[in-house]
């Protein structure tokens, strides 16, 4: 079992930054694919980033390419999503997420693991 806890949500301007954190309990962190999704208000839940268990690979949904970048942190046990050029659509309640293969997580967009949320708002 994996938990995940998230924080760094908060309310910014558009054109600001935000880094959300994402710390896990398992001492296997480091063997997990790790990754980001969001839930817009009236939305489903779409994917945003992944990052391989080694930080070697990244992929990342169209909408957020150039502004937001994923890493990780394998000491920490912690994975962080850097915001960057924030804009209205970026408003969500943003979710970390681990599952053992990255291809799960960053091509089928799909998870075993799952935080609780930390929300992101972005005023116009």
């Known amino acids: 079992q994996v938990q995940l806890v998230e924080s760094g949500g908060g309310l910014v301007q558009a054109g600001g930054s935000l880094r959300l954190s994402c710390a896990a309990s398992r001492r296997t962190f480091s063997s997990y694919a790790m990754g980001w999704f969001r839930q817009a208000p009236g939305k489903e839940r779409e994917f945003v980033a992944a990052?391989?268990?080694?930080?070697?690979?990244?992929r990342y949904a169209d909408s957020v390419k150039g502004r937001f970048t994923i890493s990780r942190d394998n000491a920490k046990s912690t994975v962080y999503l850097q915001m960057n050029s924030l804009n209205p659509e970026d408003t969500a309640v943003y979710y970390c997420?681990?599952?053992?293969?990255?291809?799960?997580?960053?091509?089928?967009?799909?998870?075993?693991?799952w935080g609780q949320g930390t929300e992101v708002t972005v005023s116009s």
């Open positions: 990052i391989h268990w080694s930080g070697g690979n990244t």
């Open positions: 997420a681990a599952d053992p293969e990255y291809a799960r997580l960053g091509y089928r967009k799909e998870s075993t693991y």
